[in-house]
Each structure stands twice: as C-alpha cells, then as structure tokens.
C-alpha cells in the first residue's frame, strides 16, 4: 500500500489507503475560520452596522407586519442560536409578537417535521410566534406576480404579499447551481411556486457550465433570475446571513440589502472554502463532510471538487449521509454503469438534456436538473461513492443512476484503480462538502 489520507467522518476518522504507484499532489484543506464565540453577539454586531441599508431598530416598525423567513432542515444554519437576537432587534423598532409570522422556506422539499421546526427555531421560539412550512404545490398559498426577464412565471407565498417587511435568516455556502447559497434563495425557491422553482433551477442547466460552484451571483443566470423574481414581491427585504466555517458553523454575519450583503458574504466565503489547484488530477478523492445529514447533501462533495480532476480522470466521494436518501431521487429505470457512460459520451454534452427529459417525462422538475447535473459529470469522468450509512438502499449509486457505489472503502479503490491510469495523481479534499476547487488552466 501507499499513502494512507485521514477524513473526517462521523466524529471519528475514515483512513483511505492509495496504490503504491500514486502519487499524492496534496491534502486541500479550506482556510481556518473559527466559529464566532457568541452567535447572538456577532450576530447583533453586524445588525448595528448593516450593509447598504439602514439598521432594522432604528426604523419605526410599530403596526408593521413582519415575515420572518428561515431556512428549512435540510440546511445546517444554527437559526436558533441568533433568531431571538433579530427579533430583539424588531422588538426595539417597535414590532410586536403578534405581528410576526415565521415562513420556513422549504422550496420544493417536504414540510419540516414539528421536531425539525423545534430545532430550527428552538422551543421558545416555536411556541412564541406563528410559524408556516411553504407548500410550492398549493395553489391557494400563492400569488401570481408576472414574469421575469428570462421568462421565469413568479408564484410567492402569499404570506410575503401580506407583509410590510421581509427578513430572511440563512446562510451563505457553496452551491453547484448558483455559485453561492443564501440570499435571495430564500424567496425564489424557498417560498416560490413549483413552477417557478422549475424554471428558475432551469437557468442553470447549460452543458456548457452546468457547474456554477463559486461563481459570483452577478456571473449566475439563475442567481440573478431569482433575484430579479424576489424583487416583484415589492416589500421591504433585509438579509440576516451566516457565513459558514469548514465545520458548518457560523463565523461571521452579513445583514443588510438582500443583494449587497448576500455579495460580501460570498467574497468572505469565497476566500475560506475556494481551493486552487495548479493541475488537474488523475483521481480525486472528496469527503462530503460538514455536509453529512443525508445523500442529497453529502453528493454536492462530487460536484465541488469536480474542476480538480482533469476530463475523462476518476471522481471519488466519500458520502456520509447519515440519514440515508434524504430527499435524492432515484431513477426509475438505470442502463448499467459502464452502457451509460459511453451512451453519455456517444451523444455528447449538448444532447444530455434531452435524454433526461425524455427518461424523466411527468416527474418533478427537481429530478430533471438534478439527473442532467449528475449525467453531465458522469459523461465527463469516472463517478465512484462510498458509504457506510445502513440507512441507504444496496447499491444506491446504480439507482441514483450516475455512479458506481461501495461500502467497502478498499473495494472502490481496487475499482478505481482499474479506471485511472498508472502512477496516478491524486488530490484529496477532506472538507469536500463546504469547499470547493478552482482550476485555472
């Protein structure tokens, strides 16, 4: 055996073991950004000096009604730990209880379970005020407000419409469609209409650039698409965002304008989690920590790391998904691993779309972007992902229908093995779910 490399994994550490005749190019690790001591307190520092707007207490607020918008569980932002901060901070700008409705913005995603709301909020807060799960799918819960520019039909929760002032809590991470979460995304998709969640995800679906990780809001069509659809809703909108650490964990806060304060928090993030590479490797081995809750969360590892492995190379991802699928689809009908690679590239980048479509006529929007995101890094190279999590399905990459999957560590590199050449190069990126690699060749 050759080098051993250490991931974390599941409070522990996972040893992956290379061939003797690899060569390591080096261990990728994001800068080190230490969680802030005190949420409510860094988070009240940033509300005193907000970005581009003026300062939420200072506002006269009494009789407004306020929307308070937070993400869903299937994001790691500890909302808890600083909501009570912002409501304080309405509270002194004269909002009363009575007057503030908490929106959980679940986009597309299943309703919040009321033991997930409960951790999101915390109990106090859950008992306190009146709280909502969007439904993108209930006609009555939505209101038509025209279309965007690039053609995008804009649904909101009509609990927006009936607010004076819109205040979304979330975080600003990675994201393969948009560069960046957080922002804007609170509204467009999270309280968006299911078409309008279709469309708009559809801005990013371009065989050229189907992978958008890292890439500023004002270079992402679907980003500005959605920001351009949050801005019909025609009420005031102040962000509240946590930057996020290598561990997930809050480490400073950018409140303001939507768009400006959502700009500074990705320049911030963007310096801990962009890793340069100076070449592509042979092998990439990526580790879907902090991003361990389930499949869904943990694959975004594959697609962080993408731009680290040269075309045609092996992509690894080592995928904890701790709760099993979460909300990953799975395809009805898979051709086996090696036939679709090839059928992949018979047809080319530009006809992978299609394909999709056809193969996924009359299911959700969601597993169509999902499924061509998937197939175009398949067509691109070698796709392998292990897990140990006994909540998943046997064989769960064939059924996703993009990878081959182990749960036998050395197994996928006796695989991989076969795949890369001899004396191959390998980068690893142990922090895979919330970096993401930068390859400027």
Not at 93 to 98: F, L, P, T
Not at 138 to 156: F, I
């Amino acid at each position: 055996m050759g080098e051993v490399i250490e991931f974390p994994w599941g409070g522990g550490v996972l040893k992956v073991w290379l061939p003797e005749d690899w060569k390591l190019l080096g261990v990728l690790k994001p800068k080190q950004a230490g969680a802030a001591a005190d949420l409510e307190e860094a988070c009240r520092m940033s509300l005193a000096d907000p970005i581009g707007t003026s300062r939420l207490s200072e506002r006269d607020l009494k009789g407004k009604r306020v929307a308070l918008v937070v993400d869903d569980h299937s994001r790691p932002t500890p909302v808890a730990g600083f909501i009570r901060t912002v409501l304080a901070e309405l509270g002194q700008a004269g909002v009363a209880d009575s007057d503030v409705e908490i929106v959980i913005a679940t986009g597309v995603h299943r309703a919040s379970r009321p033991d997930e709301v409960e951790k999101k909020l915390g109990r106090e807060i859950m008992g306190r005020y009146r709280w909502q799960c969007h439904d993108a799918y209930d006609p009555a819960m939505l209101v038509g407000l025209g279309a965007t520019s690039r053609g995008t039909d804009v649904y909101l929760n009509r609990r927006l419409l009936e607010s004076d002032l819109i205040v979304c809590l979330g975080a600003v991470e990675p994201h393969l469609l948009l560069g960046f979460g957080g922002g804007l995304k609170m509204l467009v998709p999270g309280c968006a209409g299911a078409q309008t969640i279709a469309r708009n995800h559809m801005q990013g679906v371009d065989p050229d650039h189907f992978d958008y990780v890292g890439v500023s809001g004002a270079n992402s069509p679907m980003r500005l698409d959605l920001e351009e659809a949050a801005s019909m809703v025609g009420r005031d909108i102040f962000l509240v965002n946590a930057a996020l650490n290598e561990q997930a964990r809050p480490t400073r806060f950018f409140c303001g304008d939507p768009i400006q304060a959502h700009r500074s928090g990705e320049t911030f993030v963007a310096d801990l989690a962009r890793l340069e590479v100076p070449e592509q490797a042979d092998v990439v081995l990526t580790n879907s920590f902090p991003m361990d809750a389930d499949m869904r969360q943990s694959a975004k590892c594959l697609g962080n790391s993408l731009f680290a492995v040269r075309p045609g190379g092996v992509l690894l991802g080592l995928a904890r998904a701790e709760n099993g699928l979460g909300e990953m689809p799975l395809a009805k009908r898979t051709l086996p691993y090696g036939t679709m690679r090839t059928l992949l590239q018979v047809i080319g980048k530009h006809r992978v779309l299609g394909l999709v479509e056809k193969a996924k006529k009359g299911e959700p929007v969601e597993e169509v972007f999902v499924g061509h995101f998937g197939l175009q890094m398949l067509r691109r190279n070698h796709l392998g992902i292990f897990s140990d999590s006994p909540k998943l399905p046997p064989d769960v990459g064939r059924k996703m229908g993009l990878a081959r999957s182990f749960t036998e560590v050395t197994e996928m590199m006796v695989w991989a093995s076969g795949k890369a050449p001899r004396q191959a190069t390998v980068w690893a990126f142990p922090c895979g779910g919330a970096t993401f690699a930068r390859y400027s060749g």
